[in-house]
């Protein structure tokens, strides 16, 4: 074994490799990267997997290889081909020219974040965002933080820890990254009090867990899945009814929070963020960078005093908002409130009507020109954990290959990456989520990965 580490070439050797010598990178960072793959070998024979190092040569292509990998890293562009408008894998909303502008702007000067300039002394950052969140939907006052799970973290640990609040069992949800409900609670401090079944959850067995222990009552919206059949569950205009008899907050977990009635669109039936607040909702959250189309963040609504507490709470600080999403948000909202929701991408994908996306697709289909495809209408999903039941109309490129696995991997290595459905041994390109401006880019990324006759 001696023998094995002494056959370990030396820093210094490594580095003097051809290969190792145009490297335009610090050279800490590639010393440190190098020791890290030398520490790997040295591992590696004391576990008995190698006999001897590799040669200084072949360790140095491979360091080499890790550092424009490491140094390359980052996003990658991809077009959205899956027929699913909120992508949450993809980063969900694409944003407004005018939400990028604003977040230029905020990045590229100071601001006025926590200033205030009339008065010449410390301002809040909220005050930039509040009031046309208040004026959008209609809420009595507003706080933005990072995320929705910050939102409802933030909720629960400020109004309800210590004290119970009492939630339908088919309400536990689970949403990505195994973020749940239960583990929410129990973080937040707040003691979670299960109530109802699983498909069937009356007002009277929110009434029957109230007690002086109880802090909230709450509801959450399902996201993700669906519960039907023989079920049965209390709307937040019962709830608010409860809560004001005991006087106890009623909070509304929305989720995706879709902004206006979507019915026009083929996507009823969905809460809606001002039906809510008008049902009697004391307070309640969504995510900004769903249906709404602008950045990440966690919007919360609500009574003034609640939220008031919220803002002050030790939590708030380490879920705040940054001036980029206050600045995009911001412009986003500005839209919506202006009626311009063909400007914010993800209202206008699920509101355009279908002979639009039909158009792309004819468009995508005479530029690619691969033999056998054809225009087929689809169905589309609003995706994000919006509307789990609902699809609306939409259409794509549909082309049949025995290869459609390996075809889908090549075009995820295509840059930018496109994404894709197969289905059948067919590949679909639904048109739904890919703008105009990027049909012509995919049409050559197809035709270059099948190739014209494929």
């Given at each position: 074994m001696n023998e094995a580490y002494r056959s370990i070439p030396k820093v210094d050797v490594v580095l003097k490799e051809p290969v190792m010598q145009g490297l335009p990178y610090d050279e800490q960072i590639v010393k440190r990267l190098l020791r890290d793959k030398l520490d790997m070998i040295r591992f590696s024979i004391s576990a008995g997997r190698i006999a001897k190092s590799p040669t200084a040569s072949e360790i140095a292509r491979e360091v080499a290889s890790e550092v424009r990998d490491v140094m390359e890293?980052?996003?990658?562009?991809?077009?959205?081909?899956?027929?699913?408008?909120?992508?949450?894998?993809?980063?969900?909303?694409?944003?407004?020219?005018?939400?990028?502008?604003?977040?230029?702007?905020?990045?590229?000067?100071?601001?006025?974040?926590?200033?205030?300039?009339?008065?010449?002394?410390?301002?809040?950052?909220?005050?930039?965002?509040?009031?046309?969140?208040?004026?959008?939907?209609?809420?009595e006052d507003a706080l933005v933080v990072n995320n929705n799970a910050a939102a409802v973290m933030l909720v629960l640990a400020s109004l309800a820890r210590g004290r119970e609040v009492i939630v339908s069992r088919g309400e536990l949800v689970e949403i990505g990254g195994s973020f749940r409900m239960p583990d929410v609670m129990a973080l937040s401090g707040a003691l979670m009090r299960e109530v109802?079944?699983?498909?069937?959850?009356?007002?009277?067995?929110?009434?029957?867990?109230?007690?002086?222990?109880?802090?909230?009552?709450?509801?959450?919206?399902?996201?993700?899945?669906?519960?039907?059949?023989?079920?049965?569950?209390?709307?937040?205009?019962?709830?608010?009814a409860l809560?004001?008899?005991?006087?106890?907050?009623?909070?509304?977990?929305?989720?995706?929070?879709?902004?206006?009635?979507?019915?026009?669109?083929?996507?009823?039936?969905?809460?809606?963020?001002?039906?809510?607040?008008?049902?009697?909702?004391?307070?309640?959250?969504?995510?900004?960078?769903?249906?709404?189309g602008g950045p990440q963040a966690g919007i919360v609504l609500g009574r003034a005093d609640l939220v008031e507490t919220m803002a002050r709470h030790p939590l708030h600080r380490?879920?705040?908002?940054?001036?980029?999403?206050?600045?995009?948000?911001?412009?986003?909202?500005?839209?919506?409130?202006?009626?311009?929701?063909d400007r914010i991408p993800v209202l206008n994908m699920i509101t355009e009507p279908a002979g639009d996306v039909k158009k792309r697709a004819q468009k995508l289909m005479r530029l690619m020109k691969v033999r056998g495809a054809r225009v087929v209408s689809t169905r589309a999903v609003i995706g994000g954990g919006s509307a789990p039941t609902k699809s609306f109309d939409s259409y794509g490129v549909l082309i049949r290959s025995p290869r459609a696995t390996e075809i889908h991997a090549n075009l995820r290595s295509c840059r930018p990456a496109v994404l894709c459905r197969i289905e059948n041994d067919s590949l679909i390109f639904d048109l739904k989520a890919v703008d105009l401006q990027e049909v012509a880019v995919l049409a050559r990324k197809i035709s270059e990965v099948m190739g014209h006759g494929d």
């Open positions: 890293s980052g996003l990658v562009r991809v077009i959205n081909a899956a027929g699913v408008v909120v992508f949450t894998n993809l980063g969900r909303a694409p944003l407004a020219q005018e939400a990028i502008e604003a977040a230029t702007d905020a990045a590229r000067s100071y601001s006025d974040l926590e200033y205030n300039l009339s008065e010449g002394r410390r301002g809040s950052r909220q005050d930039h965002i509040r009031p046309i969140t208040r004026a959008c939907f209609g809420a109802g079944t699983t498909n069937k959850t009356r007002v009277g067995d929110y009434r029957d867990a109230i007690s002086s222990s109880t802090g909230l009552i709450m509801k959450v919206h399902r996201s993700n899945f669906s519960v039907v059949g023989f079920t049965d569950e209390v709307s937040i205009e019962e709830l608010a809560g004001r008899e005991f006087g106890i907050p009623v909070f509304v977990d929305m989720g995706s929070g879709v902004p206006f009635d979507l019915t026009a669109s083929g996507i009823p039936g969905e809460w809606t963020v001002p039906s809510c607040l008008q049902q009697g909702a004391d307070v309640l959250c969504f995510s900004g960078d769903k249906v709404l380490a879920v705040r908002v940054d001036k980029f999403t206050i600045a995009s948000l911001g412009a986003t909202l500005k839209l919506l409130a202006q009626g311009r929701i």
